[in-house]
């Protein structure tokens, strides 16, 4: 079975997280596919950042909402790096996509890009809210979409079916063998996150887990000789 190691928002471990110098890093650290996050600018971009503000990730203060793309570029995402766009990350780096997209309406602007670029087999669509999932799926013809869970019970495998989704994404603290097995039972592929310990690592691989999300890419070398 082929594990997959997935950078977390590129390799925040070790460069600014959601900037095109870490999803480049990741890339040539040979991971299989890079995670990161979207929020629309006030003027409609699809930008690449996790949280709702710039304050943690910038030098910047207030909401993303609040502020034009222009703005938004204006500010330092770390080691001189600016706020990407979608778009910019498409043509910088090859290799797979996992985006997480934080609402409904994120979820109709990316649709837009995938269609327009044809990228439902590149880019796999995920999610904390069922709705943006089944959106992205309604909107976009044959996308693979996952369903992420951070405090979660069994239940979210009837969710994640529910809308559509082919893969949960579980926080690896919560995951138990029950899990894991119900997620089989639903025919689902399983994640887990944040594996950035050597004991995280050997948990996901005995758990027989699909692969991992990291935000370090030495998880690749040694996930391949970890049982």
Known sequence: ????????????????????????AAQEAGLDVIELDLHLSKDGALVVMHDTDVDRTTDGTGAIADKTLAELRALDA???ERIP??????????????????????????????????????VEVSSFHDEAITEIARLVPGVRTALIGSRYHTDIMERAVAAGASTVCLN??????????????????VIGWVVNTQDHLRLA???GLDG???????????GRFTA
């Open 1 to 24: 079975m082929n594990f997959l190691t997935i950078g977390h928002r590129g390799v925040m471990g070790v460069e600014p997280e959601n900037t095109l110098r870490s999803f480049t």
């Open 78 to 80: 770390g080691r001189g």
């Open 85 to 122: 766009v979608f778009e910019e990350v498409l043509d910088a780096v090859r290799v797979p996509l996992q985006a997480e997209i934080k609402d409904v309406q994120a979820a109709r602007a990316l649709a837009g890009v995938m269609n327009g670029r044809n990228l439902a087999g590149r």
């Open 172 to 189: 690896i603290r919560r995951l138990t063998l029950e899990i894991v097995e119900q997620a089989r039972k639903a025919g689902l592929r």
């Open 205 to 207: 691989r005995a758990l």
């Open 212 to 222: 991992a999300t990291t935000d370090y890419p030495e998880i690749k070398r040694t």
